[in-house]
């Protein structure tokens, strides 16, 4: 027998230092004393945004006034499936009250929680919060260009950038060929990985470089190709992200239970020229069926990022901007 499937808006609602907001769900309703992030089913002839606007007025006695679509995803409990449409909710009118006899408490999801406990289906969205929305990639070169890169990198981490991606394929292709190259290559993705965690950021390596550096990482990013074929990728960094540009390497990755992934490119951009480019609304259509954070790429950087949120992406990523 197959379960039965609800559809519900969900308000993941955020105060300027990055507290969201919890509600402990009511004795009289399933899951009782458990906490989640406030929301409701999504009636016939509503539109998502409008059955959030609707539940958090029912539910808390605010009024939304900014809000932007951030992840659709999909939890099975023991008698249901809950496809739960998360958006992000930046601006309100009113203080939030428990109407529905819940009660309240904001939430810091880079610190241990002082409620809990939450629902399953609460703990993927609370992790996603903890992700930075800058993703800068490498484009080093050589040794040459190291110090000049190094600069770049301390600029965006003092900015706030928290992901970067050691990617260098030019580089990794004359390493093959020559040892001196693929030492000061290894040299450089050290030194990167080094800066990053000296300042709390964490870098992941690009699927292109040996297998055996990506557990000196903190994650591996996958190119659409290796995502096609199914790459396998061992328990330990932690982090996997992935390339896509479509719905089959979308639902690839997805399969593959990645924690994010690098959808483009959005805009024109010097490194496909001539390409035609998705486009905001491609965009958000192709990030909607993820299943976990999107990022923006192509043409995109610090500039874009409120653009970019407004079409559902999760941050940006980028090789030539600056900050």
């Not at 609800?6 to 769900?25: C, F, N, S, T, Y």
């Not at 040299?187 to 690009?206: I, M, Y």
Request: overall charge negative.
């Amino acid at each position: 027998m197959s379960k039965p499937v609800i559809k519900v808006a969900v308000g993941v609602i955020l105060q300027e230092d990055g507290r969201v907001l919890l509600g402990q769900r009511p004795a009289d309703k399933p899951w009782p004393a458990w906490w989640e992030l406030p929301g409701g089913k999504i009636e016939p002839g509503e539109s998502v945004r409008q059955a959030l606007v609707r539940e958090l007025d029912e539910e808390l006695g605010i009024r939304v006034t900014e809000c932007a679509p951030w992840v659709n995803y999909v939890h099975e409990y023991p008698k249901t499936i809950v496809h739960l449409a998360f958006w992000k909710v930046t601006k309100w009118e009113g203080e939030p009250r428990g109407l529905e006899n819940q009660a309240l408490a904001w939430a810091q999801p880079r610190q241990p929680l002082e409620v809990g406990p939450v629902l399953p289906a609460t703990e993927p969205p609370l992790r996603w919060l903890t992700f930075s929305p800058y993703y800068l990639v490498s484009h080093i070169g050589s040794t040459e260009g190291l110090d000049a890169w190094m600069r770049k990198l301390e600029k965006a981490l003092g900015a706030g950038t928290r992901f970067v991606q050691f990617r260098e394929p030019e580089w990794q292709a004359r390493a093959h060929r020559e040892t001196a190259e693929m030492q000061s290559l290894q040299a450089a993705f050290r030194a990167v990985v080094e800066r990053c965690r000296a300042a709390g950021a964490q870098c992941l390596v690009n699927a292109v470089h040996p297998e055996s550096w990506w557990t000196e990482a903190d994650g591996v990013h996958l190119r659409s190709k290796d995502v096609l074929l199914r790459r396998a990728v061992p328990q330990q960094p932690a982090l996997r992200a992935a390339s896509v540009h479509n719905e089959e390497e979308i639902d690839a990755a997805r399969s593959m239970k990645v924690d994010f992934m690098v959808l483009g490119h959005v805009l024109p951009t010097p490194s496909h020229p001539g390409a035609e480019p998705l486009g905001w609304g491609r965009f958000q259509e192709l990030a909607q069926a993820a299943g976990c954070p999107v990022y923006a790429i192509g043409g995109q950087g610090p500039h874009t990022l409120s653009e970019a949120q407004q079409h559902g992406a999760h941050g940006v990523a980028f090789v030539r901007a600056e900050f």
